[in-house]
């Protein structure tokens, strides 16, 4: 497992942007997938985006795609979640999550295959 810090939430006004950072300690030469997920109040913990470490293959959540990105720095160990044109609906914990992986050409939008996660990062969208 690695340790994930996650920075960068705050309060911004729809159609804003904010940029999330989730900074990872531990990491081997061994390949990982990276993702990010959301939990709003009452309501589950849902996929937003993962990225495959060794290829830079993504996926995204439908409600997202087109307006947010996800990216890693390998230099910085560290990965990236840029949203732009933020909704009300978008306000929720986000959380950094991560598994250890054999593929380059696989990722999961599954929760459960995340086994290293951060602490989360309020992002709140006003209307």
């Known amino acids: 497992q690695v340790q994930l810090v996650e920075s960068g939430g705050g309060l911004v006004q729809a159609g804003g942007s904010l940029r999330l950072s989730c900074a990872v300690s531990g990491r081997t030469s061994s390949n990982y997938v990276m993702g990010w997920f959301r939990q709003a109040p009452e309501k589950e913990r849902e996929f937003v985006a993962s990225i495959n470490w060794r290829s830079g293959m993504t996926y995204y959540a439908d409600s997202v795609k087109g307006r947010f990105t996800i990216s890693r720095d390998s230099a910085k160990n560290t990965v990236y979640l840029q949203m732009n044109m933020l909704k009300p609906e978008d306000t929720a914990v986000y959380y950094c999550?991560?598994?250890?992986?054999?593929?380059?050409?696989?990722?999961?939008?599954?929760?459960?295959?995340?086994?290293?996660w951060g602490q989360g990062t309020q992002v709140t969208v006003s209307s």
């Open positions: 999550a991560a598994y250890r992986t054999v593929w380059s050409g696989r990722l999961s939008a599954r929760l459960d295959d995340f086994d290293s």
